[in-house]
């Protein structure tokens, strides 16, 4: 896995999870509209989106619409979700499925576009940290490639604090910083919440953003988040 240099300096962060279904674009979207309602011109982008549904005559992804109503921009499905794919797995085997391949380059590129009409990007990826895109590239070089810290969305279930632990240690054993990290509740029954957090919060050793709760309404989660520890990087 060849590193590469970076074409221009992106101002921003990148979204990854501790998992799969824990809530990156949820967590995207709130803090779209937080850092956005400090004045910034803030750009949702999910970098790759697997899973699509015919809706009203064209093909969407969940993923991609939510992050495309967060963003007051006024960008396009392609410039937020600049590579979908039809089928819902694994990239790299939906982009077999199609016959298409996924262009490390071009992607980069249309990353990096959509970066540039904003003051800062809010990259998401895919799956967890480490997900395979070609033989010789996954979300850990995407990472690299685009040189922004990090921010983790820790999923709450059982076994969070392992998953989390983890993927912190592969974020900065690639040379990457973790600038924060959110919680949000996944299984609402969880047990012992509050000391999961602290266990988090002691071994993660970054500023947590916050901790969102099971939400009714998606709109109040920018009001669970304190984006303030994001500024230095921003």
């Given at each position: 896995m060849?590193?590469?240099?970076?074409?221009?300096?992106?101002?921003?962060?990148?979204?990854?999870?501790?998992?799969?279904?824990?809530?990156?674009?949820f967590v995207?979207?709130?803090?779209?509209?937080?850092?956005a309602a400090?004045?910034?011109?803030?750009?949702?982008?999910?970098?790759?989106?697997?899973?699509?549904?015919?809706v009203?005559?064209r093909?969407v992804?969940?993923?991609?619409?939510?992050?495309?109503?967060?963003q007051?921009?006024?960008?396009?499905d392609?410039?937020?979700?600049?590579?979908?794919?039809?089928?819902?797995?694994?990239?790299?085997?939906a982009a077999?499925?199609?016959?298409?391949?996924?262009a490390?380059?071009?992607?980069?590129?249309?990353?990096?576009?959509?970066?540039?009409?904003?003051?800062?990007?809010?990259?998401?990826?895919?799956?967890?940290?480490?997900?395979p895109?070609?033989?010789?590239?996954?979300?850990?070089d995407?990472a690299?490639?685009l040189?922004?810290?990090?921010?983790l969305?820790?999923?709450?279930?059982?076994g969070?604090?392992?998953?989390?632990?983890?993927?912190?240690?592969a974020?900065?054993?690639?040379g990457?910083?973790?600038?924060?990290?959110?919680?949000?509740?996944?299984?609402?029954h969880?047990?012992?919440?509050t000391?999961?957090?602290?266990?988090?919060?002691?071994?993660?050793?970054?500023?947590?953003?916050?901790?969102?709760?099971?939400?009714?309404?998606?709109?109040?989660?920018?009001?669970?988040?304190?984006?303030?520890?994001?500024?230095?990087f921003?």
């Amino acid at each position: 896995m060849t590193l590469r240099p970076l074409a221009q300096a992106m101002q921003g962060f990148f979204i990854t999870g501790t998992d799969t279904e824990i809530g990156k674009t949820f967590v995207t979207a709130a803090l779209t509209r937080a850092l956005a309602a400090t004045g910034r011109r803030v750009a949702p982008v999910k970098s790759l989106a697997a899973g699509q549904e015919f809706v009203d005559g064209r093909w969407v992804n969940e993923d991609v619409a939510t992050l495309l109503a967060a963003q007051n921009l006024g960008l396009t499905d392609a410039e937020v979700g600049p590579l979908q794919f039809r089928e819902p797995c694994a990239p790299h085997i939906a982009a077999r499925l199609e016959g298409r391949g996924i262009a490390r380059d071009a992607l980069l590129a249309a990353i990096r576009a959509t970066a540039a009409r904003a003051d800062l990007a809010l990259v998401e990826g895919v799956g967890g940290f480490r997900v395979p895109l070609t033989d010789t590239w996954d979300t850990t070089d995407l990472a690299v490639d685009l040189g922004l810290p990090v921010i983790l969305v820790v999923g709450l279930r059982l076994g969070c604090i392992n998953h989390a632990l983890l993927t912190a240690e592969a974020v900065r054993a690639r040379g990457l910083r973790l600038a924060a990290w959110v919680a949000n509740t996944v299984d609402a029954h969880q047990p012992h919440v509050t000391d999961n957090l602290h266990a988090l919060q002691a071994g993660l050793k970054a500023p947590c953003l916050g901790h969102i709760p099971r939400l009714s309404d998606p709109l109040a989660a920018p009001a669970c988040l304190d984006i303030s520890p994001l500024v230095a990087f921003a």
